[in-house]
């Protein structure tokens, strides 16, 4: 029988899934005999889901030994209403400082979970509501799983830079084959942690029925008694022969290489070590591998890193750091958006689908505020055609949208954003002339990347309602948002603001109205060392490729093809004439812009990509290359250097933040901690700066 | 009537006791289930076809309310084309939800219905949220004992001396007995709908037996329970139905629609009657709305072969029975044990009665007709007569 662990100092204490034993009669079900139905319960409602430290799975062991000795006929695992459980309680996982007590977490849950495999009667597994991770992998020990059609499931280990290492990772290949144990384990968790539908996990074959919720537990207890019964009967396949093998964790290798931009990151190519070695392993063999794989991850930095990054967006999605009290924020019932590009068109999109409320467009003419309209109307279309809007939803929005070129249709807007030109003096302009229309306490919103909000309020008869708004592209996808204070920007403005971007549902950060925010001041300055690489006579492929172990989503050059050069070359031109000469203007950015070359890599016939001859014919180049170490070493030390710049200056208020940004504004990965850590544990922040970003322990282990 | 009603199936959930099974169980779940239960034995019939719900509560409000008739529904899967309604005559609400439709069958406004009750006295004590006009004692509209059952119960053996304490336990002892018996040989189970039940504190079950019955009563035990509603009193309880947690619903058609559907047929309506009676006796109800509906039938009580009777009080059954010079131990009478051994959550009982009724005739072809029959607090009976399908013409 398995012990409860003691959680390392300084670890929350474990909100404990206690596990209770109650008997069925399954008479009324045609067997004659006893259920012991189990219930995971953490005493809490649904939105604080089951979740399984030590005393828990302790708990479940105990539970476990107690149905034995009701002498049943099966014993049956359920949760609590909604939820059967949310996987493995990662909270104490950060505080572990010994590789010990990290290999004693793995083992405790196969100690007990797989007994729910091992001992002789039939165990089935009612998943009454959302299991994830270790919740799904009790349900892989157990012999026969029954789902409720609206539960969702998921392994997303590799997701937060584990393995299933519970039982999942040789579990389920050996349950539904390679391809599919790939398609759950690597490639869903990697597809931004996708969840699986009821049905879509009946298909997969990772659950024996799907039933309604509305009776879920008595159609589940019928199951099992028609199984003991033998009136039903599920056939497992053997899959060690199958010839799928190769080709499933080649599918899941590239998946990896792919998401991490080429380098080869460790929890997913664990986790298919683990798969791979399933395909011949005994189960015994297998939970003895996920134990020692699970150690050496939670012992490593990039995990630390990565469960850092998790709660970080967890913890920031709902409180937003610094803002104003949310009762200052002002009602907003109509919206402006200026200007109608595909820019002003999103944001009319986003603002109209979220907000419910009349969104106006205007333009210079009519003819292309029209066209503005119309775009976010055929938008609204598309998704009544994907089924993912009602028809009538789209009817009602499509009418909250209009479009004119006369400004005076922004009369009673209480929030208007501008998406116009990036020029300081239109801005400017702009903002006088909509004064004249709107009342005072309209909230004027910019969503300009570099340049300055504060002089934009300048001349203003209220500058207080001025505030940067700054989304990135596509709109809607980006979870990020920075709102930008200018010194009189006031604090109704800003709730306002927040308030908006809540609605959007965007994640965000205050920052100081300073150049480029956060991430763009970032990204510019990192994608600067590597043009003036290149510019040096750094072979290009060389200095693109220099960092691609590090794991970011893809490689400088193809963020400039997606960016685009003629922003890239506008921001860095901004950058350069407010933060000065350590952003650079690149020489090859300015011929490309020139000649109208929009991207270095291009498409072969055969499908791969390779260098752009025209971009190549344009490179600057110098008599001083570097080595892919320089090239890696230098972007390395200007994002550390200007992070810390950017520290003191009071451009966000914390680390945490500048994190934040990068995780959800770049897409830069977990397993960085967004970039502070990374930077941290690679030495490079104590270099430049003399001092950490994060003090040792957090998103990182304690040595 | 224009039309022949029947019924063609009825289920219902076991009773809990209120404060134990079911306690974190809401009333709405349990009619929900008891509504999927029927329709899963009932494959033949198209669920659009359903042309009305009507469901009775007591008390309509939180997990009763919301007109339950119409949430549970929709949280029961049938399609949002079936309307449904809400009812209420206290005790008697299913037992007026299945004569409702019945009217709207016969007259051809409908084809199809469901018809039930609930009742989580737990959730909902009796007279919970009443607010009874101060009239009532101001100017003796009723009798101040009229409000409480109990005392109506007390009342009732004042009235009739020849009914003592010791016949009301006995005919108790007896209810116990038949419910153990039908038990054993599994007659009641055959239209409980097993039921999952979470308890916060023990985690999650199946209840698939009712609760209540106590079969281990004795005439000692009985004896020495207290009357709770009068010193020296008669009523206990032992001799009383109990505070439970329930649910029943029924499936009613027009004959020919039945027919056409292929659906099975259980039991015909002959015809129906309620009635009123001093408030303060209201369990000798029964007797004046059996007398009417006998009359509109063309009936004599001789003719009626099954009884079931609602057992709200062994008094009340005891005085009716002693009206129709019936014994206390005529086996003609609730065969199956009644609602001092299963419970009486409240505007659940009356489909329960038919259910049992229709065990009762399909067992019995040589019984021609039968009655269901049940009290309703502030002094009414409700009575209907059914006319049993599978008659093969032997004496009654």
Known sequence: MATALVLPEGAPEEVITVSKVRDVDLTPFGFKGLLALITMDNGLDHTRPNTLGPQSVASLDAAITEALSRKPAAIAITGKPFIFAAGADLSAMSFLTERSQALAIGKLGHDVFRRLGEIELPTFAFINGLALGGGLEIGLHSKYRTLASTAFTALPEVFLGLVPGWGGATLLPKLIGPEKAVQVIILNALNNNTMMKAKDAHALGVVDAVFEPADFLEKSVAFAASVLSGSTKIERKDYSNDPGWDLALATGKAAALKKFGGADIASPRKALELIAASKSCSNGEGFDAEDQTLADLVMSDPLRASLYAFNLIQKKRKKVEGAPKSNLARKVTKVGVVGAGLMASQLALLLVRNLKCPVVMTDIDQERADKGVAWVRAELAKLVEKKRMSAESAQRLSLLISGSADKSVYAGCDFIIEAIFEELSLKQELFKTLEEIVSPECVLATNTSSLSVEKMSEGMKNPERVVGFHFFNPVAVMPLLEVARTSHTDDATTATAVEVGKNLKKTMIICKDAPGFVVNRLLTRFMGEITDAVDEGTDPATADNAMRSIGFPMSPFELLGLVGPGVALHVAETLNKNLGPRYRISPTMQAMVKEGVKTFYIKNEDGTFGANPAAVALIHKGTTPSTAEQVRERALKALAEEARMMLDEGVVATPAEIDLCMLLGAGWPMHLGGILPFLDREGISESVGGQRFHAPGIASVLK | ?396
């Open chain 2, 1 to 396: 009537m224009t039309r022949t009603v029947v019924l063609v199936d009825a289920v219902r959930t076991p009773f809990g006791k209120s404060g134990s099974a079911f306690v974190n169980t809401r009333a709405d779940d349990l009619l929900i289930r008891a509504m999927r239960g029927l329709l899963e034995r009932n494959p033949n019939l198209p669920l659009d076809q359903i042309d009305d719900v009507a469901i009775a509560a007591a008390t309509q409000t939180g997990d009763q309310g919301m007109n339950i008739g119409r949430s549970a529904s929709l949280l029961a899967g049938l399609p949002n084309t079936v309307p449904g309604y809400s009812i209420d005559r206290w005790c008697a609400g299913a037992l007026t939800a299945a004569t409702t439709v019945a009217g709207q069958i016969a007259m051809g406004a409908i084809d199809l219905a469901l018809a039930g009750g609930v009742e989580h006295m737990g959730n909902h004590p009796i007279g919970e949220l009443m607010d009874p006009n101060p009239r009532y004692l101001a100017e003796k509209i009723v009798d101040p004992d009229a409000m409480a059952m109990g005392a109506t119960a007390e009342r009732l053996h004042d009235r009739f001396p020849s009914i003592t304490k010791e016949r009301a336990d006995r005919y108790a002892l007896n209810s116990q007995i038949k419910t153990a018996k039908a038990y054993e040989q599994g007659l009641i189970q055959r239209d409980l709908i097993p039921t999952a039940a979470r308890s916060e504190e023990l985690g999650w079950t199946i209840v698939s037996v009712d609760e209540g019955p106590r079969p281990t009563t004795t005439m000692e035990g009985l004896a020495g329970l207290k009357t709770p509603f009068r010193p020296g009193g008669r009523v206990t309880a032992g001799n009383a139905s109990g505070i439970n947690d329930g649910a029943t619903i029924a499936l009613l058609a027009s004959e020919d629609k039945a027919k056409e559907l292929g659906l099975p047929i259980k039991a015909k309506m002959v015809t129906f009657a309620f009635a009123g009676v001093e408030p303060e006796v209201m369990g000798y109800g029964p007797v004046p709305s059996t007398i009417k509906a006998l009359a509109k039938a063309g009936l004599k009580i001789e003719d009626i072969g099954a009884f079931e009777v609602n057992e709200a009080f062994a008094v009340q059954v005891i005085a009716f029975l002693e009206h129709f010079g019936i014994a206390d131990d005529d086996p003609r009478v609730n065969p199956y044990g009644g609602a001092i051994a299963v419970g009486h959550p409240l505007a659940s009982s009356g489909v329960r009665l038919m259910i049992n009724l229709a065990r009762t005739f399909e067992s019995h072809p040589e019984i021609r007709y039968g009655i269901t029959t049940m009290c309703i607090g502030l002094g009414m009976g409700g009575t209907v007569i059914w006319e049993n399908p599978h008659f093969t013409g032997g004496n009654k």
